[in-house]
């Protein structure tokens, strides 16, 4: 057990500070589209430098890293202040673990470098938390899938390239088993995506229609049915709060917050103080946990149901601290609407989506402590 | 960065387990595995021996005084480069406690009135002067603890001295790392408490049928657990890398994330073995059933040296200090 860095870690970390030292953007604007625009130059730009797909093969533009070096990323970025990596780790392993070789080099390279952005078209009207429900139906004629169904979630849809669509290819095999996964580029005709607007005002989510439109056969991930177990697969990462950036967005929040308290910008009298106290020590169990979880997988092993225990930490360490954000800053962000309230919501949000917190703990009582499944039994 | 166990730190956790269940042995067979004042013994990592050895001792809610005895008193005698009485209290012929403030949030002022912790067949216990000196002092009664697994003693303002040679001064830097040290491995016990109080009560809704069906196929009862067994996950991460801190890093930071582990596993822990009662229901609130034993040692071990509160004004004041005195 060491959790000190390596020689090669503290070089590494040292040459991501310089980094960002010369590199580090100016806040991010305040306008929700211009925010996005700002995050995805961002995200091109720590791409170039090579703080992308850390732990992924150099053959697809990855630096062959161990995942641990996932945390240094995180921490570094957030300890700075600096805006969060992209939340890439889901999609890519996905890819990574289940795609064709023609796939992977088509798709990751590209992924890694932040030019082409993907979204995730699982959830739908009738299928939220029962995933399995999903009615997207893929009709395979001849070399291509017919598309026709209702994305609904679909996160950053307005501005992805492509779509990780879950959807019905095998009539007959009921539920789960009847579900593939297939790469569909949103510009096929018969694509279309209406945003939705979140209570803070960013386009972020989108409902995502197929009418008809037409995928190659080629762009099957993994074989025909296989769609429920890539799923899960993906969603083990998108868990992870270090594979899709979260404990960078959050620490980001609380170094800010105590800055302002140590300069005297912000008033923090005890009770506040020890408020965020605990934010620090729910904030820093999170990192140390993701610590633990990133070595579990340095012997190759990869993410499994203790995938939820993560993210109900990080579901709890967010709501934590937002609410200490926004008790400590006071009214600033009700007099003037700003970033604070945007990140209060999503901090709502952290309990719904990637599966719910009632759907984690789910998973954990019974894939982890194993509990019987009470749906079975009534 | 690798935050595993290593190979031998499981042998230990097997070690320590086989003692733990061996009720026949206790304090003999602990000093004759080496493991009192390990942590000092163990070279690189040795709070996280320590603190693996204190976990698994909760785990079975072994009535030996391992925290105070095994550990505290050790570290303060190695620190003070006492070499023949800490010798005789490795090899388990003397056997030395410390001595808290009565509300036992820290080492007790000398010559004040005190209470010693986890003094179960304690010779003496430790209380450090105005010099920074170790001084022996005998041992007044005991009180009428609430924790059974653990003996408290009263000392009296004019504790009568012991005569026994215990070193040189303990600089300040000597006083944090041992504190570092004591609150990763209290940590450690509150964790191995907790743990084990939850699985008790995960095995009992297992079983434990209602309305036809066992009662932990309800998601009442699956959420009231999932969420205390996470809290102890995190928990522990914490408590690993606490103990890992306690001798790899600086006083200040080891003491930082020692606090930040207490804090962690203080409201973990209650909040655990609390699940675990409500689990079992009105029986673990009865000497009918041991739920409240775990109980009753977790809000023990969480006031020893600060609760989370506590831990949080320290750390506020450590973090937030304004820009440039830090």
Known sequence: MDFRDTPEEAAFREELRAWLAAHAPAGPPADPDERAAFLHGWHRALASAGYTGLAFPAEYGGRGLAPTYEAILNDELGAGGHPPPPAIGHITNAVRIFGTAAQKSRHLPVMLACTERWCQGFSEPEAGSDLAAVRTRATREGDAYTVVGHKIWTSEALWSHWCLLLCRTEPGREAHRGLSMLLVPLDTPGVECRPIVTASGTREFAEVFFDGARVPAAHLLGEPGQGWEIAMRLLGYERGPADIGWVARLSRMLTLLENDIRDGSVAAGPSAREAVARAWVSLRTLQLHVRRTLSARLDGSLPGPEGSVDKLLLTEADQLLNHVVMDVRGAAALVEEDAALDAYFWSRAQSVFGGTRQIQHDIVARRVLGLPDGRASR | ?326
């Open chain 2, 1 to 326: 960065m690798d935050a595993r166990l290593t190979d031998e730190q499981r042998m230990l956790q097997q070690v320590a387990a086989a003692i733990a269940d061996d009720r026949s042995g206790g304090w003999t067979a602990l000093a004759g595995a080496g493991l009192v004042g390990l942590h000092a013994q163990a070279g690189t990592c040795g709070a996280v021996a320590a603190a693996l050895v204190a976990e698994r001792l909760a785990t079975a809610r072994t009535p030996v005084p391992y925290v105070g005895a095994g550990v505290w008193a050790p570290a303060l005698l190695a620190a003070s480069g006492a070499d023949e009485a800490r010798t005789a209290v490795e090899e388990g012929e003397l056997r030395l406690v410390p001595v808290l403030r009565p509300d036992l949030s820290a080492p007790a002022r000398d010559g004040e009135e005190g209470v010693a912790f986890d003094a179960e067949g304690a010779d003496a216990g430790l209380v450090i002067a105005a010099d920074g000196r170790l001084r022996a002092v005998a041992l007044g009664g005991p009180t009428r603890g609430a924790d059974l697994t653990r003996t408290l003693r009263r000392v009296p303002a004019d504790a009568a001295d012991r005569d026994l040679p215990l070193g040189g001064p303990l600089t300040a830097r000597d006083r944090v790392r041992t504190q570092a040290v004591v609150l990763a491995v209290l940590a450690a016990d509150l964790l191995g408490t907790a743990q084990r109080a939850l699985d008790d009560a995960v095995a009992h809704v297992r079983e434990r049928r209602q309305f036809g069906v066992p009662v932990g196929s309800f998601q009442a009862v699956q959420h009231l657990a999932s969420h205390a067994a996470v809290l102890l996950e995190g928990a522990r991460s914490a408590m690993w890398h606490a103990a890992w801190a306690a001798t790899e890093l600086t006083e200040d930071e080891a003491l930082l994330a020692a606090r930040q582990a207490k804090a962690a596993c203080s409201t973990a822990a209650r909040d655990a073995a609390e699940t675990a009662v409500q689990l079992f229901g009105g029986i673990a609130l009865t000497w009918e059933h041991p739920a409240h034993l775990r109980l009753r040692r977790i809000l023990l071990s969480r006031a020893v040296l600060g609760d989370e509160s506590a831990q949080y004004r320290a750390i506020a004041a450590r973090r937030l200090a304004p820009a440039g005195r830090d």
